[in-house]
């Protein structure tokens, strides 16, 4: 059997990328850090948008990291569908709106 | 909706039995080396052996019976456990309770109002007069059957501190972790307990919610709980409470059961070490505690009594019981005890760095 592109386990790696740039990795970490931190923004928030984002973005090791974190913070599974059909329509709202240009373009070219 | 209908024991499952438990939690990743044990972990900050400090919590659990299976239960409690302590194991605990430098008395089980002297055993033991006297109350117990009916009225007359579990403030994921109905009966019983002066602002009646995970993940931050707690059973059902202590599920029992039938179990005990707090060590709850079983012997805490792990003291039963002797024991400790030091920590009494 072919070894998959992906692998679960490798999310627990993610912190080994200092290794190879130590300063940049830590920055990264840092920063990564902070911007997770109760703020204007409760945590909680946080975490949902993470969740849709993670999907608009299809990573998996985000949307394993994020369905975890929603569900700590006592996020309800409908919390988290919904967050991700926020994502959704945003992805193909962006997809669709590029139908005007598409119609100004015609409108353009052949009346 | 909870799967359990039986407890592990009364389905013959192997992980029913301590030595399989232990035997898991030292085998694997821990064997290989892939992840630390709880003892290389704090040696790497000079805290082993954890030594037990000062006691301050008697906790007794009074049997295992109970009218809920809960998925996760560590205690493996249910209908169908018969461990139940008998009024002679009370009456040697009260002669501990009555003479004990400790602060804290906290009665647990099972479901520690079925024992048939419960009541019998507060009244005694409230006339010591510990400061604090702790009931852990699964709340539908009030309104299982009429002659429990009464009994906030009770707590309330022995000034009990109520602390009961309550997974979520949806009806959906309370139901799912602790079955079909919990949720509703839970309620019902923090309106009952509302009624009678408990959890309400000022008031003395201290009732706090216990929160466990629904599932293989770690609680979230306490305080952040139980903001959301008190909004949602507020605004939804107007309920009152003080404090909620966020408690994480320790790798035990049916919770153990549930992580391996997932394939869960690898993945929960990498979250529990990476969480790892050497700053929880300090107050991990086993250093100042002593856990009694329903038939009088002593552990380090209720989750080594499940594992069968005695104190490691000559003071082993409660009719031995010699609190100078416990002070100052080696801890007893396996893979487990990550659980209650993954990060703010977690103990009875909730977060403890």
């Not at chain 2, 400090?53 to 998925?71: A, F, P, S």
């Not at chain 2, 059961?257 to 070490?273: C, H, P, R, W």
Request: with cysteine; glycine share 8%.
């Amino acid at each position: 059997m072919s070894k998959p592109y992906y692998d679960a386990a490798d999310l627990r790696k993610f912190g080994k990328i200092t290794e190879w740039s130590e300063e940049l990795g830590n920055k990264f970490f840092d920063y990564y850090g902070k911007v997770f931190e109760e703020g204007a923004l409760t945590a909680r928030e946080k975490s949902l948008i993470a969740l849709a984002v993670a999907h608009t973005e299809q990573c998996p090791y985000c949307i394993d990291a994020y369905t975890k974190d929603s569900l700590q913070r006592g996020v309800t599974k409908e919390e988290m569908m919904e967050a991700i059909h926020v994502g959704a329509a945003i992805k193909s709202g962006a997809t669709l709106v590029h139908g005007v240009q598409m119609m100004n373009k015609v409108n353009k070219l052949d009346g | 909706m909870a799967t359990a209908t039986k407890s592990l024991k009364k389905q013959g499952s192997d992980l029913a039995q301590s030595n399989k438990q232990l035997e898991i939690l030292s085998n694997g990743i821990f064997q290989n080396g892939e992840l630390p044990t709880f003892k290389t972990k704090i040696s790497e900050t000079s805290q082993f052996p954890l030594k037990a400090k000062k006691l301050e919590i008697l906790q007794i659990n009074v049997g295992y019976m109970c009218n809920q299976v809960c998925d996760h239960c560590h205690v493996d409690a249910g209908p169908d456990r018969k461990e139940i302590m008998t009024r002679d194991t009370m009456r040697q605990c009260l002669e501990v309770i009555k003479n004990t430098g400790a602060h804290t008395l906290d009665l647990t089980g099972g479901a520690p109002e079925m024992n048939p002297d419960f009541r019998w055993f507060v009244e005694e033991a409230a006339k010591a007069g510990i400061k604090d006297f702790i009931v852990r109350s699964n709340l539908t117990i009030i309104r299982a059957n009429k002659k429990y009916y009464d009994l906030p009225e009770f707590f309330k007359k022995h000034n009990i501190h109520v602390v009961s579990s309550m997974p979520h403030w949806t009806r959906g994921k309370t139901d799912k972790q602790r079955g079909d109905g919990v949720f509703d009966k839970s309620i019902k019983a923090l309106q009952e307990l509302n009624a009678v002066g408990y959890g309400m602002p000022g008031s003395d009646l201290r009732l706090d919610l216990v929160y466990n995970p629904s599932g293989a993940f770690l609680p979230g931050d306490q305080a952040a709980m139980e903001k959301d707690f008190k909004k949602a059973l507020m605004e939804d059902f107007g309920i009152e409470f003080h404090n909620l202590f966020a408690i994480t599920n320790l790798p035990i029992a049916r919770f153990l059961d549930f992580l391996i039938a997932s394939e869960n179990y690898e993945d929960y005990m990498y979250s529990l070490v990476e969480a790892y707090n050497p700053a929880a060590v300090e107050n991990v709850m086993c250093t100042n505690t002593i856990s009694i079983s329903w038939d009088g012997y002593l552990f380090d805490c209720d989750f080594n009594q499940m594992l069968e792990l005695p104190v490691n003291s000559k003071s082993k039963h409660i009719s031995e019981f010699n609190e100078e002797l416990l002070e100052g024991r080696n801890i007893v400790i396996s893979q487990h005890c990550y659980g209650c030091t993954a990060g703010a920590g977690s103990s009875c009494q909730g977060v403890v760095a």
